[in-house]
């Protein structure tokens, strides 16, 4: 047959073989043939041995359409593709490949997972095609610049409530840090960067968008008009005590290193949440403690400069004064103040006019006047004015007329007819 007097060979062999049969034809010297192909006389001499032996075919490698010695196992591969199936069918490829390292303890290449799901005709997660973007470079140092944003998913994919990821990524070195909460607003905002400061420090400046949270959306007052002051949220007052700087953003691109963090733990974290059986806001932020050092350690860059920007926290009790919802209310003359539609009435005398109510993230509240605490209590029973009661009013009697025929009546009446009778002409 035509097919078996065919040769398979690459052009490295070509060449080879070219030059091994100059020197079976004594056209030149087996060295001079070693040092063309860069090998050793030895190893010359052996080629031409197994060519002499058997023909052309020698020249090709002896252990091609043999199955590898460093193949994996017919039962490994056929274990794999089943937890594919049963579990990762929607994990990428590489995630695919980590879990079942981290998990099952199975070791596999990417490209050998790809191959063997392209053969059995299982479909997998591909990456999509990127848009353009224009680079734009990482800051020098640690601290330097954070990223905050919350993003609302089904992240336990039905078995819990809908929540918020509060999601914070350093722009030098995409470390990781945030929290679930049931919302988005200004107390987990306060109580993610609590617990930001507490495990980094204070950074130099953050990036968010115009959220509400994050930015008033109010018209200036009169007073901030004459102060050439803009009105501040709540998040904005707090971080401006911090001396932090807020950076907003005027489109999600622009803080795109956020939003790619939040597209790949909608792919990553919420697969493994599903694999941990997470129901819970409580249960996905213990599960958080484990999950964001793993991913840190994978994902996280070398920042350019190896200074860390963070400035120390401050004690405990002076940021729960700083992270807290303010409010200024005036004192009435009976030493009281109204807050949220409740009288609270001071224990003690106090000179101050206005005093600040801070709600703390513990729940907790405090009145303040300089900065120091005042003793107050809850007024539950508010006494009110006993109304008068309603006294019965007699009906006015109506003035007595006379009838048309009484003799006063008639009296009148002909007085009247006299006075306007006419003249009567002489």
């Not at 052309?56 to 002896?62: K, M, S």
């Amino acid at each position: 047959m035509a097919e078996k007097d065919m040769i398979t060979m690459s052009r490295k062999e070509a060449k080879r073989l070219h030059i091994i049969h100059q020197a079976l034809d004594e056209r030149i010297t087996q060295t001079e043939a070693a040092s063309l192909m860069g090998l050793s006389d030895r190893q010359i001499r052996r080629m031409i041995k197994r060519i002499r032996k058997a023909g052309d075919e020698g020249i090709c490698h002896q252990s091609r359409g043999k199955p590898s010695n460093h193949r994996i196992h017919r039962k490994v591969k056929e274990k794999t593709l089943r937890l594919f199936r049963e579990d990762y069918k929607d994990f990428n490829l590489t995630h695919a490949t980590e879990q079942l390292l981290e998990t099952h303890g199975i070791t596999i290449n990417r490209e050998t997972l790809r191959l063997w799901l392209t053969a059995a005709d299982i479909p997998f997660k591909k990456r999509r095609a990127r848009k353009h973007r224009r680079w734009r470079a990482r800051k020098a140092h640690f601290g330097e610049l954070v990223q905050i944003d919350g993003s609302h998913h089904d992240w336990f994919e039905g078995r819990g409530p809908v929540c918020v990821f509060m999601g914070y990524i350093d722009d030098a070195t995409s470390t990781v840090h945030g929290l679930f909460f049931a919302y988005e607003g200004t107390i987990p905002a306060m109580e993610s960067m609590k617990r930001y400061i507490k495990r980094f420090g204070i950074p130099q400046s953050v990036y968010l968008d115009k959220h509400s949270t994050y930015k008033a959306q109010s018209e200036p007052t009169i007073e901030e008009q004459l102060a050439g002051q803009q009105p501040m949220s709540q998040f904005e007052r707090s971080m401006a005590q911090l001396e932090i700087e807020v950076i907003h953003a005027n489109s999600p691109q622009a803080k795109g290193r956020v939003e790619r963090l939040f597209r790949t733990l909608q792919d990553r974290m919420v697969k493994e949440m599903r694999l941990a059986g997470i129901k819970s806001i409580d249960e996905a932020n213990e599960f958080l403690k484990m999950f964001l050092p793993k991913f840190n350690r994978k994902f996280k860059k070398p920042a350019a400069s190896k200074a860390d920007l963070h400035r120390p926290a401050p004690h405990c009790r002076e940021l729960d004064r700083i992270l807290c919802i303010k409010e200024e209310r005036t004192v009435r003359n009976d030493f009281t103040v109204i807050h949220n539609s409740t009288l609270y009435q001071i224990e003690k005398a106090t000179r101050a006019k206005k005093v600040v109510i801070e709600e703390r993230l513990d729940g907790t509240l405090h009145i303040t006047y300089n900065g120091h605490d005042l003793e107050y209590q809850e007024i539950t029973a508010v006494p009110t004015k006993e109304k008068p009661k309603s006294l019965r009013l007699e009906p006015a009697r109506q003035p007595w007329l006379p009838p048309a025929n009484h003799p006063w009546r008639k009296s009148v009446l002909s007085k009247r007819r006299t006075r306007v009778q006419p003249a009567v002409a002489p």
